[in-house]
């Protein structure tokens, strides 16, 4: 089964997505193809083999009726992302023909142990997996997934968790918390949702986690409304776009282990250059983000190999992909004629 399953993912990560050029519903997100990503861990030697930075930039023209919001989804990016990398751009009315820059490119975040499946980084928005782990020096394969996340006044925890179960068409039956909320705020006063049901906010598929809360218990699910994907709008759960649900629930099997994380700023390397990528710290919890950021790279065992002028403006900039902050002069593939963009990384062997 395992080895079936690495033979699928690699088979697509081999396919790219290609500018969709037709008007955006709901059967063309379903096109969208599956990606999947090698890495390599340390192994305790400095060399070319480490490859802890996934993806890489793209580019695409706004065409006729597009909105930043269908862009993002269709290239599987949260709306945090695309808004990051391009705040100048009307949301709903992008200039047609311009050449938007689409940060696909990530790095991995750290795990606490190296048999996590799952890690979720909550100040990116963004669900890492993999479907199995690479040993040191070894190569594996991840595949990533932008998320909707807890609300300010909500916030999902950090915690490991398992996956304890899967449920198709689930219905929501309304926790008391969030019952009264609906009530003081909209009116609605259902104690249920049936599955398959429109406004169901779980969407058509749920992993529950080996977690609870006052508000009930924690879950990776789809949404009912794709665009809250890359905002913080839930009571703790970790929303997908439901094409990625689909294929994630098909995936994951019961009893996979994971870890919600906060990690604003992560640190990879690949091609023996170092990269910092710099999230905002959006629940607030990073008292010193300069010592927070000096103390992640030193704990990656590359502080030797950084530019600390270069970290410090990657982490003033927050620009969310990943920058090359090694301790040499460099070219960056996007030009600097916007702020947070930094030196991103070409494809892998190109």
């Known amino acids: ?37 090698s890495y390599a861990l340390p192994d305790g030697q400095e060399n070319g083999q480490i490859k802890t930075v996934i993806g890489s930039p793209r580019t695409y023209t706004v065409q006729t009726k597009d909105t930043l919001l269908d862009i993002a989804r269709y290239f599987d990016l949260g709306f945090n992302e695309i808004r990051a990398a391009h705040p100048q751009l009307d949301t709903w009315l ?7 820059r689409l940060p696909t490119f990530w790095v991995l975040p750290k795990t606490r142990s190296a048999g996590v499946n799952i890690v979720v ?58 019952r009264q909320e609906r009530i003081q705020e909209k009116g609605w006063s259902e104690t249920s949702i049936p599955g398959g049901s429109p406004a169901n906010p779980l969407g058509k598929y749920r992993l529950e986690l080996s977690l609870s809360q006052a508000s009930g218990a924690y879950a990776i699910h789809g949404t009912n409304n794709p665009w809250a994907v890359g905002r913080m709008v839930t009571h703790g759960c970790i929303r997908l776009y439901p094409e990625d649900i689909a294929r994630f629930f098909e995936l994951v099997p019961v009893g996979s282990s994971g870890e919600l994380t906060y990690q604003p700023v992560k640190v990879g390397m690949q091609h023996g250059r170092v990269y910092v990528e710099v999230h905002a710290d959006i629940y607030g919890l990073v008292d010193d983000p300069w010592a927070d950021a ?6 990656s065992g590359w502080a030797h190999l950084v530019d600390p002028a270069r970290l410090l403006r990657a982490l003033r900039e927050q620009s969310g992909v990943p920058v090359d902050v090694t301790a040499e002069p460099l070219t960056a ?12 990384i070409p494809e892998h062997g190109k």
Not at 6 to 34: I, M, Y
Not at 294 to 299: I, M
Not at 333 to 344: E, H, Q, S
């Open 333 to 344: 593939l996007w030009d600097d004629d916007r702020p947070g963009k930094g030196n991103v």
């Open 121 to 178: 980084n909550i100040p990116e928005m963004r669900l890492y997996y993999f479907p199995t782990r690479a040993k040191h020096g070894a190569q594996a394969l991840a595949m990533t997934y932008p998320v909707g996340l807890g609300r300010e006044d909500w916030p999902t925890p950090q915690t490991p968790f398992r996956i304890r179960g899967k449920t198709a068409n689930p219905t929501w039956v309304i926790p008391q918390s969030i």
């Open 94 to 100: 992008p200039e047609v023909g311009s050449e938007i």
């Open 1 to 37: 089964m395992k080895r079936h399953l690495l033979c699928v993912v690699w088979g697509l990560s081999l396919l790219l997505v290609g500018q969709p050029g037709f008007a955006w519903d709901e059967a063309r997100f379903t096109q969208k193809k599956t990606m999947a990503y």
């Open 294 to 299: 000096q103390r992640v790279v030193q704990d």
